[in-house]
């Protein structure tokens, strides 16, 4: 009992004062937003550029376009020809790598702290002075369709496409980030460069330099390479009132070639607007499906038998989302008595008291999870910058063990009342094709 | 407690070395301390140097389940009291095994250590061996055992290791066949537990904001009534050599892309020649972008998103291995046999070496720059001998190698036309354009 008080008053009192002294942040004058954070533990250096865009600013017929145009970006600079920038960066030691999700795209290097400014070299030339010749555009176009058949010929890509192109009728979430298929097998060279054009913009930006470094000469060095940089405001459409309330339940089957059962059960949940609702629905989550003592866990896995595993989470983005539950069964035909108990520990977490112990676990593992990022300069790169681009201040990391705290029973219970309801469910599940089981 | 003080070796490290240190207690289990207090969280890892190549004929997958249980409860705790217990001090704790070692993870802040350790030890010299706990994560493992079949990219892979490995037990997953998992007992893994996991068989690696003795320390009063074993030594025949080309095809009408895997026996990790060979094996297809592979079969052909090719950094001698997800397999495989002939041939160029150095020597760093990368450096210099100094000598090793070294290494570890190559996909023998080479069924 002594252990529990002290956990309690410590997961109280996590606070973000450590990481504010570490951080310096400006904006350029052309609108560049910069972030160091200094972090000496180990002599490296992690630099990452995002831009703001992806699945989310894709229209339809040009769905994947963020993806095809962040491999196009690996490809030709003024200064780097096919194949040598990653030579580049792989003879200085370092790492690099680019990904797209749906809110932006991402590009990072790690390299050791007296060569790290070669990142900076090839950001601001990623950001200004891409090539698109069309040749090196239908070799890249090539390898990019490989990439979609690779999610093409896997069953659970395919389940949580199918999943989220159910879940919402409207909203960008129900795209694919790589695309759908005819949308990939149509994209042009010109298509991507004006995708370039419009968005990959030092006003549209944030550079976050983590490491081993000095700010005033990480400064110094920042605006040698992006001072000259011309910015232009970008604009961009929010989605966020798009998609309309669900009008009822939403399920289907889909058989694929799988010897696994699986089922998704989602529920339409507000956006991050929604601040107090959203750390509830983040509690929640994890109470309902975050370990091997949640409740989903104890009642499927352990009590019932009738799955293997089971895991449920918030989604964390920005506009109305889906708290979703994702079940291995134990066979097919467990499926309808898992959706019974889920159905019924919902109305449980609804209408009963929910104990003080359950939120303090949540809350501690906030806590720790805080800690464990700080281990890697990588890491602390990636979470200012998805921060800040995300709810607009880095400081919104810093503030999330707190926010989770102050969840209470209540507002967890008030959570479920209004949101996991059977007219805010979808329910695909992923059955072995006939001649499969 | 002094007694054991007294007979703990602390090698001091040259100053500015890596801070690692090895002590070796009484019962001859090993404690390798990385020291660093930058962040007030430990990692911990017990690695058992038996995995899944210990498995015992038709029970694959028993190193894999016995790992599992080894978090799910203990002889004074049930299974849901140390899950509970471990989410409450928001510690993550995970369990996993590969052919040559199992291993049983902790990740912990700082002021929890003590407790962690203690949960830790508590299953592993004691499992509880719950048979409702061992049903439950035997069909745990059935399900995932299950659900490598999903991925074509894996059946390929595992169909390679059964030509190469055939009687091996390199040759079967290790994460278990499905047919043995659901035939595993709890006696089973009793056994396994009894023989393998004595000190002498073990080592623990601690990674983080604590300081060596304390470490030591607390592992010793956790684990003085630990008895060693004779473990019996483990010698399995060599893998099989193929004569000419040897393909196994998988028709898959559903797939949109053909799953290609080839190679042929490779070297084990303390193999003289392994350092050579692995920045031939890097400078050949290390990675999709910016290797040979990577030029001829993504950057001007277009023909896939990865290719790559490595050589298995295992105690046994592994494989050479080199993998290629396409629509179109025959072009990819051509190119790729032409690039391996050519390294065979010529070996790489100076400017590529020199280029491949700089990378690792440069990169190492890096490697070992998280807690997570310290644990794995750590846990392979360990596992096969490599020396505690190891970190601080691997970037003189890779600078020292010259040219002919590799040129040697190409000439004698790879061999392009002695192959097994397996392919999963929608595509005819015909199609494939391998002209001579032995069909297998």
């Known amino acids: 009992m002594r252990t529990l008080l002290l956990l309690l008053a410590l997961c109280l009192a996590a606070s973000g004062a450590g990481i504010e002294d570490a951080v310096t942040e400006y904006e350029l004058a052309n609108g560049l937003h910069v972030i160091i954070y200094v972090d000496s533990s180990a002599p490296v250096v992690s ?32 200064r780097y020809t096919p194949g040598t920038f990653h030579r580049t960066v792989d003879e200085a030691g370092g790492y690099n790598n680019g990904f797209t999700s749906t809110y932006y795209t991402g590009y990072y290097e790690d390299l050791a702290r007296d060569r790290w400014e070669l990142a900076l070299e090839l950001e601001a030339a990623r950001m200004a002075r891409c090539v698109f010749d069309p040749e090196e555009f239908a070799t890249e176009h090539q390898v990019v369709t490989e990439e979609w058949r690779l999610g093409r010929n896997n069953p659970s890509t395919r389940h949580w496409q199918a999943f989220e192109a159910l879940a919402y009728t409207a909203h960008p979430h129900r795209q694919p980030v790589i695309g759908w298929g005819d949308d990939v097998a149509r994209y042009t060279a010109d298509k991507v460069r004006d995708w370039y054009e419009r968005y990959y913009d030092p006003a549209n930006a944030v550079l976050v330099v983590a490491g081993d470094i000095r700010p005033e000469a990480a400064r110094k060095l920042i605006d040698r390479h992006f001072g000259r940089l011309k910015g ?59 370990g091997r003592t949640s409740r989903l866990y104890r009642r499927l896995v352990i009590g019932d038998g009738l799955a293997t595993e089971v895991w449920a989470s918030a989604g964390v983005t920005l506009d109305p989302d889906l708290l979703y539950i994702s079940v291995r069964p134990r066979s097919e035909s467990d499926i309808p008595a898992i959706e019974v108990a889920i159905q019924e520990e919902v109305v449980r977490l609804a209408e009963e008291p929910i104990p003080a112990i359950e939120l303090t676990r949540v809350c501690n593992q906030v806590r720790a999870d805080y800690v464990f990022a700080q281990d890697r300069v990588s890491t602390m790169a990636r979470v200012l910058a998805a921060n800040h681009l995300l709810h607009g201040d880095w400081r919104a990391w810093t503030r999330y063990p707190d926010r989770v705290t102050r969840v209470t029973p209540e507002q967890v219970r008030q959570f479920a009342r209004n949101y996991l309801t059977r007219e805010r469910r979808t329910v695909v599940a992923l059955l072995p094709a006939k001649d499969e089981s | 407690m002094n007694r054991v003080a007294a007979l703990i070796v602390i090698l001091a490290l040259a100053a500015g070395a890596v801070p690692l240190h090895r002590d070796s207690l009484p019962n001859g289990l090993v404690v390798l301390t990385y020291e660093d207090h930058s962040v007030p969280a430990v990692d911990v890892r017990l690695a058992c140097r038996s995995g899944a190549a ?83 994560v035997r069909a745990s493992a059935l399900s995932s055992a299950r659900r490598t079949h999903d991925s074509p990219r894996a059946v390929s892979m595992m169909e390679f290791d059964r030509l190469l490995f055939a009687g091996h037990p390199y040759g079967r997953p290790a994460g278990g066949d499905t047919a043995d998992i659901q035939a595993l007992s709890l006696d089973d893994a009793r056994g396994f537990h009894r023989l393998n996991y004595v000190p002498n068989n073990c080592f623990v ?11 030591v320390r607390l592992v010793a009063e956790l684990t003085a009534d630990w008895q060693p074993a004779e473990i019996p030594a483990l010698a399995p025949p060599g893998p099989t050599v193929p004569t000419g080309l040897r393909v196994r095809l998988v028709e898959r009408p559903d797939l949109t892309q053909s799953y290609v895997t080839l190679g042929h026996p490779g070297i084990s990790m ?172």
Not at chain 1, 48 to 77: N, Q
Not at chain 2, 205 to 215: K, L, R, S, T, W
Not at chain 2, 405 to 434: F, M
Request: hydrophobic share 35%.
């Open chain 1, 232 to 290: 232009k405001p970008v604009e961009r459409t929010d989605f966020y009132d798009l998609e309309p309330e669900p009008d009822g339940e939403r399920r289907a089957e889909l058989r694929l070639r799988t010897r696994n059962p699986s089922l998704l059960v989602g529920y339409r949940i507000p956006g991050f607007r929604d601040t107090a609702d959203y750390y509830a629905g983040e509690m929640l989550g994890a109470i309902l499906g975050g």
């Open chain 2, 205 to 215: 690696v601690v990674v983080g904001d604590v300081a060596p003795a304390e470490a």
């Open chain 2, 54 to 136: 210990r498995d015992p004929e038709n029970k694959s997958g028993l190193a894999g389940l016995v790992a599992d249980m080894l978090w799910r409860g203990s002889a004074t705790m049930d299974d849901d009291s140390v899950a509970a217990e471990l989410e409450f001090l928001g510690a993550r704790h995970s369990s996993g095994t590969d052919y040559d070692y199992s291993v049983v993870d902790l990740k912990v802040l700082t002021e929890h250590l003590g407790r962690g350790l203690e949960l830790l030890f508590g299953g592993v010299l004691s499992p509880g061996f719950d048979p409702l706990v061992f049903e439950r």
């Open chain 2, 270 to 441: 303390t193999h003289p020649e392994m350092l050579a060979t692995r920045l031939m094996a890097y400078i050949l297809g290390g990675s999709a972008l910016g290797s040979r592979f990577g030029d001829a079969v993504r950057e001007q052909g277009g023909l896939a998103y990865d290719v790559r090719c490595w050589f298995d950094r295992r105690s046994l001698p592994g494989a050479f291995r080199a993998t290629v997800q396409t629509a179109d397999p025959a072009t990819a495989i051509g190119k790729m046999r032409e690039e391996i002939r050519r390294m065979h041939g010529e070996g790489p160029t100076a400017r590529e070496l020199a280029g491949a150095k700089q990378y690792y020597t440069g990169s190492f760093p890096l490697g070992y720059s998280s807690s997570g990368g310290k644990l794995r450096l750590v846990t392979e210099a360990e596992l096969h001998g490599l020396g505690s100094d190891w970190l601080d000598r691997f970037p003189a090793m890779v600078s020292n190698l010259e040219l002919d070294e590799l040129k040697q290494a190409a000439a004698r570890q790879l061999d392009p036309d002695n192959c097994y190559i397996t392919v999963i996909g929608n595509v005819t023998r015909q199609e494939l354009e391998l002209p001579g080479a032995t069909w297998l069924d």
């Open chain 1, 47 to 78: 630099t990452h550029a995002w831009y703001r865009v992806g699945a989310y600013d894709e229209p339809r017929g040009l769905t994947g376009i963020s993806h095809m145009t962040e491999h196009m970006t690996f490809k030709h600079t003024d």
